[in-house]
């Protein structure tokens, strides 16, 4: 043990014959200043970290960290159709850094009760759609049914709107779905469930439904159809073609005929006045005709429907080569692939493993995987009054952590020039023998630092037990209308707390120097002489 360390320690521990009882009230004033000042900056960052983590959990929970959408979409609320048939979906989350890729659709609307009504955004979600975060605030309910034939006009309903309105669940409710500027149709919904975020840009404008509502009433799909006339002359039938949403920009095509154009078409089914027909052609019997309409637009998701003409009443006709039948009457079958609307949505949703990693994330999906046409959105751009609130608590936290070293540097600089002045005596005896003033100083300096880590040491149990308990019971509640969180949260890092040690004691310890200057001021003979 050297010199320094030899005398350091007999100070600290009370066991030289200069320690006086006015030096120890405030050496341990000083720790519990540092204790205290510890314990505030771990919980300080605990808490900043915790409620960023959770705030950023709830945005990116409702909306992803990364949205594709068209580079055309400018109204958040009412969406441009992509066609679902990407390159990158569902392959994207293969790419690492890459957690999750849904589809998503939204539309404004207007929920209306017998007494009120309300602006909301409907969010459609797919079968893909992660609902871990759904689930973990839902507070009444089940979640919408996605593709469910038993339940296909579910609404989740956020528990705001439900107060606001006097809503309920399994309530039916009328919500209008707005299309364009002058376009508003209503549909009933029936509430399955509640939730509740706390964060108001998302309880007070989302809720979510079956992205199939969407997308059949934006008719982001074509959706063919074939109009039958009734049967003319015993066979002549009138057919025309019709074809709803897409762009509109429409090319029809009748298979296995020689039509063209939407019509209308007049087709001989059955030619019993053509002198070269023979009754065995149709068997004397009048066959069942099909037609097949194919219709395209210019995104090549074509829609495909056909018509069965069934003979319904056949009378008999004698004619010079015998007696057949006449069809007075027809039965249409219908049928088809049912509209090309499930192949477009609003968008995508990526959810990324971190944080983080947000901005890399970002450039590698726009530059490495999107086609043209298309544009992502990171969650910064879509809330940015959010982050900028969050990023502002970090200059918060960087204050108190500068007032609390300043704190810990002048109780330490109290501490320590009492102690030097105390202990003048020795000093002076000190040099007398041959010490030198660093040598001194060192002995002072390592008094500083004994102390300096004591209060440290134990200021981290305070501030850890604390945000222990916190964490895991949950003591101190806060209003979620203002907060949005309704107990506050706290992040305990590891590396944080490592780095607000080494950086106290990095600081005070190099604030230290100056007043261990005292001891070069020092000069012996007066020392020894006024012991």
């Given at each position: 043990?050297?010199?320094?360390?030899?005398?350091?320690?007999?100070?600290?521990?009370?066991?030289?014959?200069?320690?006086?009882?006015?030096?120890?009230?405030?050496?341990?004033?000083?720790?519990?200043?540092?204790?205290?000042?510890?314990?505030?900056?771990?919980?300080?960052?605990?808490?900043t970290?915790?409620?960023q983590r959770?705030?950023?959990?709830?945005?990116?929970?409702?909306?992803?960290?990364?949205?594709?959408?068209?580079?055309?979409?400018?109204?958040?609320k009412?969406?441009?159709?992509?066609?679902?048939?990407?390159?990158?979906?569902?392959?994207?989350?293969?790419?690492?850094?890459?957690?999750?890729?849904?589809?998503y659709?939204?539309?404004?609307?207007?929920?209306?009760?017998?007494?009120?009504?309300?602006?909301?955004?409907?969010?459609?979600?797919?079968?893909?759609?992660?609902?871990?975060?759904?689930r973990?605030?839902?507070?009444?309910?089940?979640?919408?049914?996605?593709?469910?034939?038993?339940?296909?006009?579910?609404?989740?309903?956020?528990?705001?709107?439900?107060?606001?309105?006097?809503?309920?669940?399994?309530?039916?409710?009328?919500?209008?779905?707005?299309?364009?500027?002058?376009?508003?149709?209503?549909?009933?919904?029936?509430?399955?469930?509640?939730?509740?975020t706390?964060?108001?840009?998302?309880?007070?404008?989302?809720?979510?439904?079956?992205?199939?509502?969407?997308?059949?009433?934006?008719?982001?799909?074509?959706?063919?159809?074939?109009?039958?006339?009734?049967?003319?002359?015993?066979?002549?039938?009138?057919?025309?073609?019709?074809?709803?949403?897409?762009?509109?920009?429409?090319?029809?095509?009748?298979?296995?005929?020689?039509?063209?154009?939407?019509?209308?078409?007049?087709?001989?089914?059955?030619?019993?006045?053509?002198?070269?027909?023979?009754?065995?052609?149709?068997?004397?019997?009048?066959?069942?005709?099909?037609?097949?309409?194919?219709?395209?637009d210019?995104?090549?998701?074509?829609?495909?429907?056909?018509?069965?003409?069934?003979?319904?009443?056949?009378?008999?006709?004698?004619?010079?080569?015998?007696?057949d039948?006449?069809?007075?009457?027809?039965?249409?079958?219908?049928?088809?692939?049912?509209?090309?609307?499930?192949?477009?949505?609003?968008?995508?949703?990526?959810?990324?493993?971190?944080?983080?990693?947000?901005?890399?994330?970002?450039?590698?999906?726009?530059k490495?995987?999107?086609?043209?046409?298309?544009?992502?959105?990171?969650?910064?751009?879509?809330?940015?009054?959010?982050?900028?609130?969050?990023?502002?608590?970090?200059?918060?936290?960087?204050?108190?952590?500068?007032?609390?070293?300043?704190?810990?540097?002048?109780?330490?600089?109290?501490?320590?020039?009492?102690?030097?002045?105390?202990?003048?005596?020795?000093?002076?005896?000190?040099?007398a023998?041959?010490?030198?003033?660093?040598?001194?100083?060192?002995?002072?300096?390592?008094?500083?630092?004994?102390?300096?880590?004591?209060?440290?040491?134990?200021?981290?149990?305070?501030?850890?037990?604390l945000?222990?308990l916190?964490?895991?019971?949950?003591?101190?509640?806060?209003?979620?209308?203002?907060?949005?969180?309704?107990?506050?949260?706290?992040?305990?890092?590891?590396?944080?707390?490592?780095?607000?040690?080494?950086?106290?004691?990095?600081?005070?310890?190099?604030?230290?120097?100056?007043?261990?200057?005292?001891?070069?001021?020092?000069?012996?003979?007066?020392?020894?002489?006024?012991?």
């Open positions: 043990m050297g010199f320094a360390q030899f005398i350091a320690r007999r100070i600290v521990r009370g066991s030289d014959t200069g320690s006086s009882a006015f030096s120890r009230p405030i050496v341990l004033i000083a720790v519990l200043g540092i204790v205290v000042g510890m314990a505030v900056m771990i919980i300080t960052v605990g808490i970290q915790g409620f959770e705030v950023r959990a709830k945005v990116t929970g409702a909306g992803a960290h990364l949205q594709i959408t068209a580079i055309g979409q400018t109204d958040p009412e969406t441009i159709r992509i066609p679902i048939d990407q390159s990158f979906y569902p392959s994207l989350d293969t790419v690492p850094g890459v957690a999750h890729i849904q589809v659709a939204t539309r404004p609307g207007i929920i209306e009760t017998e007494n009120d009504i309300e602006g909301v955004v409907l969010k459609g979600i797919g079968a893909d759609y992660d609902t871990d975060f759904l973990k605030h839902l507070e009444a309910g089940d979640l919408p049914a996605i593709g469910d034939t038993a339940r296909p006009i579910d609404l989740l309903l956020s528990s705001y709107h439900a107060d606001r309105l006097h809503i309920g669940v399994d309530d039916t409710i009328t919500t209008y779905l707005v299309r364009g500027r002058d376009e508003i149709r209503p549909r009933k919904f029936r509430v399955c469930g509640m939730y509740k706390g964060l108001e840009q998302i309880d007070h404008n989302l809720v979510y439904v079956d992205i199939d509502h969407l997308q059949r009433f934006a008719q982001w799909g074509l959706k063919a159809e074939i109009s039958v006339g009734e049967v003319e002359d015993g066979r002549y039938v009138e057919l025309q073609g019709f074809a709803f949403g897409g762009d509109h920009n429409y090319t029809f095509e009748w298979l296995g005929t020689d039509l063209e154009g939407p019509g209308p078409h007049r087709v001989q089914l059955w030619d019993w006045h053509n002198p070269n027909w023979r009754p065995t052609d149709f068997g004397r019997d009048p066959k069942d005709s099909t037609f097949t309409l194919v219709v395209h210019a995104q090549h998701h074509p829609d495909t429907a056909w018509v069965r003409i069934i003979p319904d009443r056949v009378l008999p006709i004698t004619h010079s080569l015998g007696t039948q006449v069809v007075q009457r027809i039965r249409v079958e219908r049928g088809g692939s049912g509209g090309s609307y499930n192949k477009y949505c609003a968008g995508f949703e990526v959810t990324l493993d971190r944080f983080d990693a947000l901005m890399a994330m970002d450039d590698l999906v726009y490495k995987f999107l086609p043209i046409g298309l544009r992502s959105l990171s969650v910064r751009d879509r809330f940015p009054e959010i982050f900028a609130w969050l990023e502002l608590l970090d200059k918060n936290v960087a204050m108190i952590i500068v007032l609390m070293i300043l704190v810990a540097i002048i109780n330490m600089t109290s501490a320590l020039l009492i102690i030097i002045l105390e202990r003048t005596n020795m000093i002076g005896t000190l040099k023998l041959g010490a030198t003033s660093w040598s001194i100083q060192k002995i002072f300096l390592l008094d500083a630092v004994y102390i300096l880590g004591t209060g440290i040491l134990l200021g981290d149990l305070l501030g850890i037990g945000a222990f916190q964490q895991h019971f949950g003591i101190v509640k806060l209003p979620v209308e203002t907060y949005y969180v309704d107990v506050v949260a706290i992040d305990i890092s590891i590396p944080s707390i490592a780095l607000l040690n080494i950086g106290t004691m990095v600081v005070c310890g190099l604030a230290l120097l100056l007043p261990s200057l005292l001891v070069t001021r020092i000069a012996p003979a007066k020392a020894i002489r006024f012991a």
